[in-house]
Nanobody
């Protein structure tokens, strides 16, 4: 199983980025996919998760209304559209996959992880 994130970078406050996570080696539509982030000195936190089978989603309180998760089962890829970015969104963003039957957006439930992509929001 491989998960490869892309799309991170440096943006100014208020800017936008779109992260992508291309997967291989798994039956994509059977998985829950999640985006998590970790800032220096902080624990890894849930950003957003989605069920590839029924499209149900979860958003963390700090990103709800600004970020949108989506997945393309034909491309085996999950996306995270990030708008109105703030300096506190600065972190390494990780894509993860889980075989859970329901959307639980906590890192401990995810078996497969990507290498992460850095997002930096300047003030």
């Amino acid at each position: 199983v491989q998960l490869v994130e892309s799309g991170g970078g440096l943006v100014h406050t208020g800017g936008s980025l779109r992260l992508s996570c291309a997967t291989s080696g798994l039956t994509f539509e059977h998985y829950i996919m999640g985006w998590f982030r970790q800032a220096p000195g902080k624990e890894r936190e849930a950003v957003s998760c989605i069920s590839n089978s029924d499209g149900l989603t979860y958003y963390g309180d700090s990103v709800r209304g600004r970020f949108t998760i989506s997945s393309d089962n034909a491309k085996n890829t999950v996306y995270l559209e990030m708008n109105s970015l703030k300096p506190e969104d600065t972190a390494v963003y990780y894509c993860a996959a889980s075989t859970m039957a329901i959307v639980i957006c906590t890192p401990e439930w995810y078996e497969h992880w990507g290498q992460g992509t850095q997002v930096t929001v300047s003030s």
